[in-house]
């Protein structure tokens, strides 16, 4: 009654006034004329009853109309709800008991007989609906359901009333299940495409007659084939060593699981002087073309390759997954690759205004004997060479010291602002010890400059420098200064090369091969040979390579921190501030404990928690750290973390290697 009350004052017209004025007018005119006074209050009375009349009338017209209206709306909400085609529910959101739903919703559950009392996990199982209540629309996942999915839409509800104040929840089904099944159907049916190289096609085949080569290529076309036939694709072969395969991209999770079997199956297979063969596969997927997942294949081909081949890699826009690459690296047995890199970049040096060199940071003496190789190359092409370091944070002071007493190296060696300064549209910087933009000394000189040459040997890293003008980038070579060693062979006369650059250069093969022992190869002492009939004395290399007592006792202090882990591992952590060349050398020295093949030395630096890491076994040490955003190669690696205690890492260091032995097996 209170709501048709004040319904009926709003909408009753306001005459209060006009009858106080006629009365006004009726009273001044009984001063002049009293019968038409009296004639003006009869007209005035008769007014006033039928205005009662009529606004009473129109009164009882516009509640009615009202509440017909009402009546309308709450059918019209009624049988909304009743009627509603998708299934919808609501619920008490305190906890989960159901209120209503409409038939629909019976019909999508199975259970039309149960409902009072029930909840809404009994229809629904452990559906998450906490996302109403933080004010979403939509349920962040689909809702699986007598094998059809739904997605969920819903709101909230309060409800009011002079005791306390209730919340509900209401939801809407959408089946989805047939846009679903396109949509994965879509995905799962996306071609992918790849390509597989015969990586050591030359050594495989070499010295084999016509009969033989016939026979061991058909038992690779064999394996190949078998290991494709099941997925429906397309396999041919384009090259004599290339094939391309084409499937689904349903079938790649299988190859993946099974970490791409046809490189252990090629493996096996062996050549009458015992090669064993070897493919790189090279996977590219997500392209918006085929064109683009074709330049994905190819890209993904190079890195494996790079990385020393037997491996699969897949690209996607964003980033490379590795797969494989257990094996060792095989030597390349011919020197013409290295001829023409070498003329390719004599001929840049030339082209050049000047020359930059830089490593990585905390420069070695591998990326310090490379440098003075190129700077070597640069003064015979008559440039001027810059080196580009760190002068009071390297780990080659003594061999830096000597350098630039030198008149030939007077203002070589300059800081990463100087270079800045210098540079100019045409100048070339060569990159040497490292693929990383992320590790080298400035990586605003590395942006600045527009033609830049990679020399590395390390394994390619996912973030490696991919616009460079030149890239010599053999994971083969012992180290930097081999590859710019055989460079110099075919760039500058010997007697064209100082004492102290072939020490230099000496010094960073000695440093990488852990003197001869680890990752030589024939073109190892081949480069070390050239250096010495260039005038290198091993003992002034041995004497540059001394540490100082203080340096010896903090290694050994760091070895008697280590512990043995499964079996053949040795892991020595330390929660001390130590020194990169010193904790470098503890890994070193672990390995000549008996039984032991890999070590780790986890350690302070600065603001950062590092691991270096070697190997001498079956144990691939570059893998393991590349778990955690390292990298190396399969006997040397690093790892730098930030951000991270003491114990995380250590702790994520025995993930990162439990996790590489587990994929092994």
Known sequence: MDN????????????????????????????????LACAEVGVIILLYIYSRFSNNRRRSQIVEYIEDMADSVNSATKDTLVNFPLPMVIFNLEDGKLVWSNDEFLFMTGDREHFFEMHLKDFLGEFNYKWIVEGKKMAPDLLELHEREYRVYGNLVRKENESQREFFGVLYFADVTEYENIRREYGDSRPIVSTLMLDNYDELFKSLTDTSKSQLMSVIDDKIGVWSQDCNGILFKYDRDKYIFIF????????????????????????????HATVSIGVGKDGDTLAESFRFAELATDMALSRGGDQAVIKNKFNFEFYGGHSKTLEKGTKVKSRVMANAFGELISDASQIFVMGHKYADLDTVGAAVGISCISRKRMKKCYIVIDMDNNASKELVDRITTLPEYEDTFISSQDAMLRADG???????????????????????CNKVVVIDH???????????????????????????????????????????????????????????????????????????????????????????????IARYNIVKEARVYRDDIAIAAVDTQEDRIVAAQAADELLNIAGISASFVVFHEKNSINISARSIGHINVQLVLEKLGGGGNQATAGAQLQNKTYKEVLAALLNAIDSYIEEEE
Do not use: C, W
């Open 4 to 35: 048709k009350n004040k319904l009926t004052r709003i909408f009753q017209p306001s005459m209060r006034l006009y009858f106080i004025l006629l009365v006004v007018f009726a009273a001044v005119t009984m001063f002049f004329d009293r019968a």
């Open 248 to 275: 689904e991209e349903r079938y790649l999770p299988e190859f993946v699981n099974e970490k791409f079997s046809v490189l252990d199956t090629v493996h096996d297979i062996v050549n009458p002087s015992g090669i």
């Open 426 to 448: 045409k100048s070339l910087l060569v990159v040497v010890d490292t693929n990383r933009p992320d590790q080298v000394e400035s990586k605003e000189l590395l942006m600045s």
């Open 458 to 552: 390390h394994r390619r890293a996912s973030d490696y420098i991919s616009d460079a003008a030149l890239n010599i980038h053999e994971p083969y070579a012992s180290s930097a200064s081999e590859l710019v060693s055989e460079m110099l062979q075919y760039l500058v006369e010997q007697s064209d090369i100082l004492k102290l650059e072939a020490e230099a250069l000496m010094s960073g093969i000695v440093l990488d091969t852990k003197n001869f022992t680890m990752r030589t190869g024939s073109r190892t002492f081949e480069a070390a040979a050239f250096l010495r009939r260039s005038g290198s004395d091993t003992a002034e290399v041995k004497r540059m390579m001394q540490n100082d007592f203080s340096s010896t």
